[in-house]
């Protein structure tokens, strides 16, 4: 399993945004120098709270110049075609991929926000369209040389991309899907499913990456395809201590999220396309037992339970965790993503090099006595001297 940091630079009253973006590179490099596998950050614009980074793809490269290993993520890049021309998209992943040696991937999406959608004039019956021949687009672009495409949003003469990116056959793509018909729709393309998100419990995502295996089985694809299975821990992670400070230190998130889900309703009645995220009008965000265990939102307290909570992300072949550390003060965040880069990321990735207490080790090498000396004592009689046997 991978595990990828998200942050959207959420930046409390008071302070500026220079010094959260600051802050927000220390984070990234602290996760890098504890194991976490990538970085990724939304694209939010004209947001109130929540969220300020706008400009990923500003961001990303001077990150990418302070780090070596660590990979980066879009998350999500949004496609409706007066947000971001699909091609611009190509020409700017090729980019980011160069400079990073090979290190980006492009999640996707078209927007939930009536804020955003509204400022740059986005038609929220028309976005998902838009989204699917931007994929399309980009894909060719990344694929074919030349390539061209046309379509009902995009139609582009013979071209050739420049410059290349790197990776092959081109860099891993992925998309928010927070419906079963969207897990559907990447499944079918061959592009990595990003799923969760909506407060409504494990269930509903087992049953999203049952649906995307399936698909992606009886699927045939004209392209090389990037399938991955991602689940999103939208409300946060955050990993203290002890389980009950993680909990309190925890809790100002349950207003972050309630406010960032507040235009769900609205897009929900917007077009048939977002009705699924009117469910998320039933979630009680003051039931914190709920919150915490069962919601699927969150993923809260000391390493042990952490670990817990990522194994029964791992039990549902979960490939790659996309955990929200944001909306909390510095220096909680700086020691949630060391905790859980120290203690909990190991027990995944290297779980046979994680030092055991003492007792567990003593217990197994009693255990393991009876066998060896059985062993033993077949061993002697096999091979007695020869003059013994007679």
Partial sequence: MDFILMSEGDTPVGLTHEHRYRELIEEVLLAEQVGFDAFGSSEQHVAIGTATVSAPEVLYPYLMALTSRIRFIHLVTLLPTRMNHALRVAERIATEDILSNGRIELGTGRGNT????????????????????????????????????????????????????????????????????????????GIGAIMGGFYLGYDLVENMLKLYDETLAAATHDYPITPRKMVLVSGGMHCAET?????????????????????????????????????????????????????????????????????????????SLVLRVDSLPHDQLMRSIELFGKYVIPRFKHPRNVVRPADDVLAGIRAARPAHEEALRRFQSENKPAEAVR
């Fill in 243 to 319: 389980t009950a400070l993680a909990r309190e230190q925890a809790r100002p998130l349950f207003e972050m999220s309630k406010l960032s889900t507040d235009a769900f309703g609205r897009l929900a009645k917007l077009s048939q396309d977002y009705a699924y995220m009117g469910a998320v009008n039933d979630v009680d965000f003051s039931d914190e037992e709920y919150l915490f265990e069962r919601s699927q939102g969150f993923l809260v307290g000391d390493p042990e339970h952490c670990i817990e909570h990522v194994q029964r992300y791992a039990d549902m072949g979960v490939e």
């Fill in 114 to 189: 009536t804020l955003a959608l509204r400022a740059f004039e986005v038609d929220p019956t028309e976005n998902k369209s838009q989204w699917r021949e931007g994929i399309e687009l980009i894909r060719r672009a990344f694929l074919d040389d030349p390539f061209s495409f046309v379509g009902e949003h995009y139609k582009v003469p013979p071209r050739s991309l420049v410059p290349k990116p790197l990776q092959t056959p081109c860099p891993p793509i992925s998309v928010a899907a927070g419906s079963p018909s969207s897990v559907e729709t990447a499944a079918k393309m």
